[in-house]
């Protein structure tokens, strides 16, 4: 694998463009900076290992810079799965790690979140700091996606779903600064980069839903002296969901359709913040997956995003990103990696 990863971190100094690059120039003007590189990455579903990697970079023909891996808590606290061996196997690869945090247990098939009192009270302080330690003996910085999609009611972080409500905001924050606080105690804030990351549609969304107004990303926001990097999730259902199996209705909906206006609100919220697409995906039914994808690409370097990972799995739907697609399909990632000013100087299929 290429270990030279084009990859910029939190820290760094972030120009971020709102929309796509303007065709022309005032005479005399100094033409507009070189659109930076944009990582791309995959979210596995299972062990991330150095073979399983340096086989799916071969088979994409895509440099792999970023991996994300999912773990949850223990529900005995005195347990330990800090997943060193992943996250080794990640750096051997070339890649740098995501680590998404879920503050939940699975018992009997069932997920269970844990409570807030439960996690703040200090419950958990020892699990979280001996995490916290394996984090600081890493080499490099980890990603920590705690508690994300914390705007679904698919998760409800902290409470049960029949809790879910106006005071989910107020738990979410003050659940995610105690943690911070603990990687600072045990001086490993400095070898994580917390990442803030609501989904790209809010549900119960308050754009619908007058009784659901709190329920916006901004509202969970933990303040700037706690978040390091930002991050979206969204996918592109098309037309697989229906109302009569499913409770709702898809539609096959362009990258820039599904995470612009989240995109502007996270910008807003903290304009020097890098911004990451953490999870995303689009299934083929209804749709051009391959005018997606290009559209994705483009998207993701006119805004400036420091990296874009792809949900590589089949759960619920095929969301693998070579299903029904040419390896030509997926020039325009391999562009958005070494060539990005390439995607701004051509027009994109669309939506």
């Known amino acids: 694998m290429n270990h030279r990863r084009l990859i910029r971190w939190a820290g760094g100094a972030l120009i971020c463009a709102h929309g796509l690059l303007p065709a022309g120039l005032p005479a005399g003007s100094a033409p507009p900076p070189a659109a930076p590189p944009v990582a791309f990455g995959v979210a596995l579903d299972g062990?991330?290992?150095?073979?399983?990697?340096?086989?799916?970079?071969?088979?994409?023909?895509?440099?792999?810079?970023?991996?994300?891996?999912?773990?949850?808590?223990?529900?005995?606290?005195?347990?330990?799965?800090?997943?060193?061996?992943?996250?080794?196997?990640?750096?051997?690869?070339?890649?740098?790690?995501?680590?998404?945090?879920?503050?939940?247990?699975?018992?009997?098939?069932?997920?269970?979140?844990?409570?807030?009192?439960?996690?703040?009270?200090?419950?958990?302080?020892?699990?979280?700091?001996?995490?916290?330690?394996?984090?600081?003996?890493?080499?490099?910085?980890?990603?920590?996606?705690?508690?994300?999609?914390?705007?679904?009611?698919?998760?409800?972080?902290?409470?049960?779903?029949?809790?879910?409500?106006?005071?989910?905001?107020?738990?979410?924050?003050?659940?995610?600064?105690?943690?911070?606080?603990?990687?600072?105690?045990?001086?490993?804030?400095?070898?994580?980069?917390?990442?803030?990351?609501?989904?790209?549609?809010?549900?119960?969304?308050?754009?619908?839903?007058?009784?659901?107004?709190?329920?916006?990303?901004?509202?969970?926001?933990?303040?700037?002296?706690?978040v390091d990097v930002l991050g979206m999730d969204g996918y592109n259902w098309g037309t697989t969901r229906t109302r009569e199996e499913h409770g709702w209705d898809s539609r096959f909906q362009s990258f820039q359709t599904i995470f612009e206006p989240l995109y502007r609100t996270l910008r807003d919220l903290a304009p020097d913040k890098p911004i990451y697409v953490f999870e995303t995906a689009t299934v083929t039914d209804g749709g051009d997956k391959a005018a997606w994808i290009e559209q994705a690409a483009a998207s993701a370097v006119a805004w400036e995003l420091a990296g874009l990972v792809w949900f590589h799995n089949d759960k619920e739907e095929n969301w693998r990103l070579d299903t029904g697609v040419t390896p030509e399909d997926l020039e325009p990632l391999r562009r958005m990696i070494t060539d990005p000013e390439a995607l701004l100087e051509g027009r994109s299929r669309g939506d």
């Open 47 to 226: 062990a991330a290992s150095r073979e399983r990697l340096a086989h799916l970079e071969q088979a994409l023909e895509l440099e792999i810079g970023l991996v994300a891996i999912f773990i949850q808590f223990p529900e005995d606290p005195r347990h330990d799965n800090f997943p060193a061996e992943q996250l080794d196997a990640i750096r051997q690869a070339g890649g740098r790690p995501v680590l998404t945090w879920e503050p939940m247990y699975i018992a009997d098939g069932e997920e269970h979140a844990i409570p807030a009192e439960e996690l703040t009270g200090g419950a958990y302080d020892a699990y979280i700091r001996r995490f916290a330690r394996g984090v600081k003996a890493f080499p490099e910085p980890v990603i920590i996606r705690f508690a994300h999609e914390m705007n679904l009611d698919r998760y409800h972080w902290g409470s049960t779903a029949e809790d879910y409500g106006p005071s989910a905001p107020t738990r979410y924050r003050a659940m995610f600064r105690h943690v911070v606080e603990i990687f600072r105690d045990e001086g490993a804030a400095e070898h994580a980069r917390f990442a803030f990351n609501p989904n790209a549609e809010s549900v119960p969304s308050p754009d619908r839903d007058p009784d659901a107004d709190w329920n916006r990303p901004e509202a969970y926001y933990p303040g700037d002296a706690y």
